[in-house]
């Protein structure tokens, strides 16, 4: 694998982030991350259907013509998304009444259709399979910080397993039933991407209304 | 019914409790009319395909919906997926042009943004819901109409709060996108706190 192959793998997880950056495939990023198990379920699904709608794509990226190729695309990726779903009901099928519409929403989440329509469809299978698995690999790493978060505090366990003793059951933990709410995803996720930007500062959006006046004190930031 | 039109319009809205289209719910509220359109654009999606969807689902796709052609054992449920995205996009299509040739002022209002709804997974995470908690056809339309109203209410709401967020001196790295994701946790907490209007 030459330094530019491990480029396309290694820079969507932290520097060009599908989740906290390029603002994709957020919907689902939230839905499932009450639990770990939930969303490492939920990674693993994105992660194949996303490498191998990269594979598949960009296998026949010179015979799609420009008319059609977003209907072709989509077909792609939906016949991919229910080969998931129907393996997920055969062997875990409990997992996929947990996940209920989410499996299923892979078909319209914009990772997947973003880098088949920016990336599969201008470059050979081997960097587009790379490139999928490296934003897989980045919308996991944050639906599992996000997840470990909600489950370790919502509930005080990782993966179903009690870490914290619940005041309930004779403990000292009380469980933070606001983590395992919709609102929390978004306040996590929220300050994620500010601890992200205040350690990569690159990725800081520009002020719509910079200050003139105070110019000196901007440059001294 | 009108508890089942509420709940999908405040308590259970699509946006900001099941995060469905928080993608194009973040990218397209920069300005409140642009909300506004996207809003009705989605209104008129989300009650025209979920009946649709439900008639296709029952009519086609559920196990023993072939029963009258001595095909009793067929199920094809397992296509709702690629049968709902298709459903979609035709139906988009065909409002487009309906649109422009009865009503024009709104289609030149509307036209950028029903493209994008296609791909909204507002869309099809509706029609899925419908099927999962199997909504009877009347139930599906005020489903439909509930939950697109719901949408469009929050996208509406979240682009006014952000055009005057514009002029808040927020910290750099909480500029933009980190901003948005606090406003919308707020605005799901208050609209969390909609549990219980309408029931009975």
């Known amino acids: ?221 | 019914m009108s508890d089942l039109f509420l709940r999908a319009l405040l308590q259970e809205n699509l946006a900001l409790s099941f995060f469905l289209g928080i993608c194009t719910f973040l990218a397209v509220s920069k300005r409140v009319d642009t909300a506004l359109g996207l809003g009705l654009a989605m209104i008129l999606v989300q009650s025209v395909t979920i009946p649709i969807n439900h008639l296709i689902f029952n009519g086609l796709l559920i196990e023993g919906a072939w029963g009258w052609a001595g095909l009793p054992e067929v199920d094809l449920s397992y296509l709702k997926l690629i049968c709902f995205i298709g459903v979609i996009a035709a139906i988009v299509q065909i409002l487009e042009m309906a649109l422009d040739r009865f009503v024009p002022l709104l289609h030149q209002r509307l036209g950028v943004f029903l493209p994008l709804i296609t791909v909204n997974c507002a869309v099809l995470g509706g029609s899925l819901f419908m099927v999962d908690r199997r909504y009877s056809l009347p139930e599906s339309v005020v489903y439909g109409l509930g939950s697109g109203i719901g949408w469009a209410l929050a996208i509406i709401a979240f682009a006014a709060i952000r055009e005057r967020l514009r002029y808040a001196d927020s910290p750099a790295g909480l500029r933009g996108l980190g901003m948005a994701f606090i406003v919308t946790g707020l605005m799901s907490m208050g609209f969390s706190a909609f549990v219980g209007v309408g029931a009975p």
């Not at chain 1, 944050?142 to 990782?158: D, S, T």
């Not at chain 1, 994620?192 to 350690?199: D, K, Q, S, Y």
């Open chain 1, 1 to 221: 694998m030459t330094p530019e192959h491990r480029k396309y793998l290694t820079a969507p997880l932290i520097d060009s982030n599908p989740v906290t950056l390029q603002i994709l495939g957020i919907c689902s990023a939230l839905a499932v991350t009450t639990s770990m198990a939930t969303a490492l379920t939920m990674s693993i699904a994105l992660t194949v259907v996303l490498t191998a709608a990269s594979a598949l794509i960009s296998l026949i990226r010179r015979h799609l013509p420009s008319s059609i190729r977003l209907v072709l695309q989509i077909t792609i990726i939906a016949a991919l998304v229910i080969v998931a779903d129907q393996i997920l009901r055969a062997y875990a099928f409990e997992m996929s009444q947990r996940l209920s519409v989410f499996v299923g929403l892979i078909v319209t989440n914009c990772i997947v259709l973003g880098r088949a329509e920016t990336f599969a469809m201008r470059n050979p299978v081997w960097p587009s399979v790379l490139d999928g698995l490296g934003n897989g690999l980045g919308y996991s790493l944050v639906l599992m910080i996000v997840a470990a978060l909600r489950e370790g505090f919502g509930a005080g366990a990782l993966f179903g397993v009690q870490l914290l003793p619940l005041a309930s059951e004779g403990g000292w933990f009380t469980p933070l039933g606001f983590m395992l709410l919709a609102p929390s995803a978004f306040f996590i996720l929220g300050l994620m991407i500010w601890a992200l930007r205040t350690g990569r500062p690159a990725q800081i959006e520009p002020d719509a209304f910079p200050r003139n006046d105070t110019g000196a004190e901007e440059a001294g930031r």
